[in-house]
């Protein structure tokens, strides 16, 4: 043999020429093909709920002094859940600087839950009482029953209830509540209340909603108390989705090599490897014909 140049036979160079043209075909679908979304914006969602929230402001007979009375009872938020029925609260100057009972009920329950794509508010009151300073002895009103949830899942429309069952009372007087406007309550020599029954909002992602809405003027005159004046809140419950990570988002889904044809290339006897075939083949007639092209001229 003649020089340092050592050529493979023609017919395994075209084999091993054809081999890899079809190995690269697969691969090269594997890689284009896939689909991970990788933006990590997902927010948690949010919620929380409330038995009973007061704004008032107390003013003390001689006039002197202001006191406010900001309490939220049992208020919660997600993941957390309360229940209570003696809820009290302590201002100074009135009766004594003793604590007085806000609120009795026979349940006070306030929920509130977070999960990956829920977020929810609920709160149930029944049998309940409430009271402000000045009138230890007459409700400011009492319910039978009163409930409130928000709910919010991502990807839906959010939701918000209340309900009111069961008879109201307000300063001693049954009341009938009406969802078409607020209902005022007036009894001489000590007050007036305005209720607003159901209120409830929702926006793209969020949700609110409150049992009871009641705007307080009170004039007792009673246990060094002039004034009363504020809001009351009953059975709140708020909430907002989660905004899903575009990770959960479906990844597109890409054939392993040897995989089973589409059913529609199946009935014209193609396959998804058909073209690396046909590619393949190609590839092995030209190098095929190339490498005897070259052994004859080596012959001659």
Partial sequence: MNGNNFRMPARRFATVAAATALAAGPAALAGAGSAHATDDTGEQGSASAVVLRTGLDVSLLNKTVNVPLTVSLNEVRAPQSSERTALTARLEGVDGGQPFSVLGAEVAAAKATVSARKAEGYTNLAHAKVHVPGLPLLSLIEVESVTSRAICEAGEKPVATSNLLGGV????????????????????????VRLDLSKTSTTSRTAAASALELKVSINPLKLNVAEVEGTVTLAGATCEAPVVSSDDAPVAEVKPQGAPAEAGLAETGGGAMTPYVVGGAVVLLAVGGGAVALGRRSRG
């Avoid at 078409?180 to 007036?186: K, L």
């Fill in 169 to 192: 009372t307000v300063l001693g007087k049954k009341v009938t509540l009406s969802a078409g406007g607020p209902t005022v309550v007036e009894v001489p020599g000590v007050g007036s």
